[in-house]
């Protein structure tokens, strides 16, 4: 009994001090990529800006479809909950308010890092571990190409431009998905249902939600290159991708938890 006690706290310290060195790496890869960001060789370079555009039209663009039908039914649901609750408590004017809390500061940012993590985290972490198993990464040091500059600053600024505008569409789609279900099961009239959204949404909602997106998607960038770096073998390249998605979940709930819990709590 002894015996597994100490192998347990031994073991327990061992993981603790590894989690404590993995997350001084990741955020000394996040200073070194903000730095990176601000060189003027890297800023005026063609292929950064192209790199960028390769980034947000994967992670941006490609993603609409799937962003706009999880926002389109997210918005209809909380509606339709609502719409069947709210009169039992006499308050069915604050239909604007719960569609304001829920998607413009909980829901919108929290559902679309999820779907930049399953897509474009995965993907990102597989494809800079595959650049490190086939040499790549070494290519460009040997080159005196910094990997930092080249591949980790487009996909972090990227990913994050990707998340802030993608965030901004979830909400509206799902704001039009509401309006839709509003005006055909109790007739709500469009005017009436804008006004009382708009009157609801405030500048610290918006404030809340686009800072949300912006460190949602710097955290999934950064965690992603990051696991893509550490890759060793083929064979790890599965793992780094899993262990992106597993990562940037874990932080960005962590963090969704702590903003929100300050913020009402202030």
């Given at each position: 009994?002894?015996?597994?006690?100490?192998?347990?706290?031994?073991?327990?310290?061992?993981?603790?001090?590894?989690?404590?060195?993995?997350?001084?790496?990741?955020?000394?890869?996040?200073?070194?990529?903000?730095?990176?960001?601000?060189?003027?060789?890297?800023?005026?370079?063609?292929?950064?800006?192209?790199?960028i555009?390769?980034?947000?039209?994967?992670?941006g663009?490609?993603?609409?479809?799937?962003?706009?039908?999880?926002?389109?039914?997210?918005?209809?649901?909380?509606?339709v909950?609502?719409?069947?609750?709210?009169?039992?408590?006499?308050?069915?004017?604050?239909?604007?308010?719960?569609?304001?809390?829920?998607?413009?500061?909980e829901?919108?940012?929290?559902f679309?890092?999820?779907?930049?993590?399953?897509?474009?985290?995965?993907?990102?972490?597989?494809y800079?571990?595959?650049?490190?198993?086939?040499?790549?990464?070494?290519?460009?040091?040997?080159?005196?190409?910094?990997?930092?500059?080249?591949?980790?600053?487009?996909?972090?600024?990227?990913?994050t431009?990707?998340?802030?505008?993608?965030?901004?569409?979830?909400?509206?789609?799902?704001?039009?998905?509401?309006?839709?279900?509003?005006n055909v099961?109790?007739?709500v009239?469009?005017?009436?249902?804008?006004?009382?959204?708009?009157?609801?949404?405030?500048?610290?909602?918006?404030?809340?939600s686009?800072?949300?997106?912006?460190?949602?998607?710097?955290?999934?960038?950064?965690?992603?290159?990051?696991?893509?770096?550490?890759?060793?073998?083929?064979?790890a390249?599965?793992?780094a991708?899993?262990k992106?998605?597993?990562?940037s979940?874990?932080?960005?709930i962590?963090?969704?938890?702590?903003?929100?819990?300050?913020?009402?709590?202030?």
């Open positions: 009994m002894k015996y597994t006690l100490v192998r347990f706290i031994y073991g327990a310290g061992e993981k603790s001090i590894s989690t404590i060195g993995e997350v001084r790496s990741v955020f000394s890869l996040f200073l070194r990529a903000i730095q990176g960001c601000f060189s003027p060789s890297r800023v005026l370079s063609a292929s950064f800006f192209a790199q555009s390769r980034q947000i039209l994967y992670t663009v490609e993603a609409m479809g799937l962003v706009g039908i999880i926002a389109f039914f997210c918005g209809v649901t909380i509606v909950q609502s719409m069947t609750t709210m009169p039992q408590f006499g308050v069915t004017e604050y239909f604007g308010n719960i569609l304001v809390v829920a998607v413009v500061r829901l919108g940012p929290f679309t890092s999820l779907v930049v993590i399953g897509r474009s985290g995965a993907a990102l972490a597989a800079i571990g595959t650049m490190r198993v086939n040499k790549e990464i070494d290519a460009l040091e040997v080159m005196g190409i910094d990997p930092i500059h080249f591949v980790v600053v487009p996909a972090l600024a990227g990913m431009l990707s998340m802030i505008c993608l965030n901004v569409y979830f909400d509206m789609i799902a704001i039009v998905g509401g309006l839709v279900v509003a099961t109790v007739q009239p469009f005017g009436i249902f804008t006004g009382k959204v708009l009157e609801a949404l405030s500048w610290v909602d918006i404030l809340l686009g800072s949300k997106g912006m460190v949602f998607g710097a955290i999934i960038a950064i965690v992603s290159c990051w696991y893509g770096l550490a890759v060793a073998n083929i064979r390249v599965p793992q991708a899993m992106a998605v597993v990562g979940m874990t932080v960005t962590i963090l969704n938890i702590a903003v929100t819990v300050g913020f009402y709590a202030r």
